[in-house]
């Protein structure tokens, strides 16, 4: 399975940068409409990095409290710091920015960042393990809504997946939005 999920990255990553370099257009704005009913829970996004979609817009019309994610250690689930726009930011692990302080914030909404998905809802991250950890445990205590946000390129026929593998249960893209369940 190691060798078909690194595989299926390359593709991922290969596609992503294709898109990367088209722009990704209204992305932004149809993710803050999918989040506005959402408005007062908590909400995680992601510091966009390299040829990642970037969320920030969507984040910062966000009405509510907005955490991004602290990687506290392999094998760990990620943790949210606080973020508004402007706040003191520092790299964290893997060279993704953090709020350089602030509080703690437990999500009811994520915004995940992918590397592919498939129209079953099932995503293709780094290979941490981190969204699926964090999901699992999330998901354990109350409904948590988890809305990936990638381009449509990304789409691949079908994501190589294992029982820890969270579904998804919408994706955001430049084209539109897609619920699954």
């Known amino acids: ?6 595989e299926a990255r ?19 704005e149809i993710l803050a409409d999918v989040l506005a009913p959402h408005r007062d829970r908590p909400l995680a996004g992601y ?11 969507a984040m910062a019309a966000h009405q509510g409290p907005v955490g991004v994610p602290v990687i506290l250690g392999r094998g ?4 949210f710091r606080e973020w508004t726009p402007g706040c003191p930011m520092i790299a964290g692990e893997f060279g993704a920015l953090i709020p350089a302080d602030g509080a703690w914030v437990e999500p009811e909404v994520l915004i995940v960042p992918l590397v592919a ?22 998901r354990a205590r109350r409904p948590t ?15 190589p997946i294992e029982p820890t593998d969270q ?15």
């Open 1 to 6: 399975m190691t060798d078909v999920k690194a």
């Open 10 to 28: 390359a593709r991922g990553f290969a596609a992503r940068k294709q898109a990367f370099t088209a722009g990704q257009g209204q992305a932004a």
């Open 47 to 57: 510091m966009a990095m390299r040829t990642e979609i970037d969320p920030t817009a």
């Open 76 to 79: 760990q689930p990620l943790k």
């Open 167 to 181: 579904r998804l249960d919408a994706i955001v893209t430049e084209q539109g939005v897609r619920w699954f369940g």
């Open 117 to 138: 998905f498939d129209a079953r809802g099932f995503r293709l991250g780094y290979g941490g393990g981190f969204y699926d950890r964090t999901l699992e445990g999330l």
């Open 145 to 159: 809504l988890a809305i990936g946000f990638a381009f449509a390129a990304q789409e691949m026929a079908e994501v």
